[in-house]
């Protein structure tokens, strides 16, 4: 990994997991349907002023999202914001 640059993409864990658990009502509501399954497949973090997740997940019927979701160094206050691509 370079300075500033994402980590090589990973297997899905149970802090990823939790991170996507975190943003998927606000996934569908953005994508504008629920989805019928949420599971991270991989992804990736980036180190900024806090941590950026790039996540893979697996919607079921509807394929895979892409969710970049920024976490502060305050974990515990932070509001997590999410932005969702849909391939």
Request: proline residues 1%.
């Amino acid at each position: 990994m370079r300075c500033g640059g994402t980590t090589a993409a990973k297997p899905a864990n149970e802090e990823a997991q939790g991170v996507a658990d975190a943003v998927r009502g606000e996934a569908e509501a953005r994508a504008g349907h629920a989805y019928q399954r949420f599971t991270v497949t991989e992804y990736m973090t980036q180190v900024v002023a806090g941590l950026n997740y790039f996540l893979k997940v697996d919607t079921g019927d509807h394929g895979f999202v892409f969710l970049r979701v920024y976490q502060g160094m305050r974990r515990t206050s932070e509001r997590r914001d999410g932005a969702v691509a849909r391939c």
